[in-house]
């Protein structure tokens, strides 16, 4: 079956500490997205990537780093400088990132900071 | 800035009652229109899109929604909601020239009564 998958599901961490969180998709999509998604509010962007070696920062950018070594993967770190990192995180990938392009969801990370 | 508005946080329907969630956009570009849904702890599902031609856009699962440009808006409706439907929907935007940025509502949460 194609589609995206992310992992792990559930993540803690101690403050101070980087995470990594994975996405993969085998969906041969070209763009790729990470979102986070705190309660109350929509998801809003953080970086995207709409061909390998290659992303933009979204909106709110600051504390995460990303990667694009793959056409498949698209890991998103979360580093200490992210203030409030505790939220729920959302990968997506589209066809080609063309403003049309139905963007298809993997099933989203909840990270706890403790 | 450009914005989405989705001014219902919270709704609660009888099942087979009638639904309409509103959804308005700041004026803008062409925008291109989206409705997602998302069950609990889980990734978005794609409802229905508008980009161009009729302005009544037909969805999966029964739901339709409707352009008008004239009120900024693009509101959900169905007309007989199912148990099943109880989800939180995210109406989303993209602005052509807008870098291809999908901007999220911050989402209303549907209770549907027995």
């Known amino acids: 079956d194609g589609g995206i998958t992310q992992s792990p599901k559930y993540l803690f961490r101690k403050e101070g500490q980087n995470v990594t969180l994975s996405c993969e998709q085998n969906l041969n999509h070209d763009a790729m997205y990470w979102y986070r998604q705190d309660p109350g509010q929509g998801l809003r962007l953080i970086y995207y990537?709409?061909?390998?070696?290659?992303?933009q920062k979204g909106d709110i950018a600051e504390g995460y780093s990303v990667s694009r070594e793959k056409k498949e993967s698209f890991p998103l770190t979360v580093t200490s400088a992210q203030k409030n990192p505790t939220a729920f995180y959302l990968c997506?990938?589209?066809?080609?990132?063309?403003?049309?392009?139905?963007?298809?969801f993997g099933p989203g990370t909840r990270l706890t900071v403790l | 800035a450009q914005s989405v508005t989705q001014p219902d946080i919270h709704i609660t329907v009888s099942e087979g009652a009638s639904l309409e969630l509103r959804c308005n956009y700041s004026?803008?570009?062409?925008?291109?229109l989206f409705w997602y849904v998302q069950s609990p702890g889980q990734g978005l599902q794609l409802l229905l899109k508008?980009?161009?031609?009729?302005?009544l856009v037909q969805g999966i699962k029964g739901f339709e929604a409707e352009f008008k440009r004239s009120q900024s808006s693009f509101n959900l409706r169905k007309p007989s909601v199912h148990w099943s439907d109880a989800a939180e929907y995210f109406c989303?935007?993209?602005?052509?020239?807008?870098?291809?940025?999908?901007?999220f509502g911050s989402g209303t949460q549907l209770t549907v009564l027995p």
């Open positions: 004026y803008g570009a062409t925008p291109y």
């Open positions: 997506a990938s589209s066809t080609s990132g063309g403003a049309g392009d139905e963007q298809f």
């Open positions: 990537s709409q061909i390998v070696n290659d992303f």
């Open positions: 508008y980009f161009s031609g009729d302005t």
């Open positions: 989303a935007v993209i602005w052509s020239g807008s870098a291809r940025q999908l901007t």
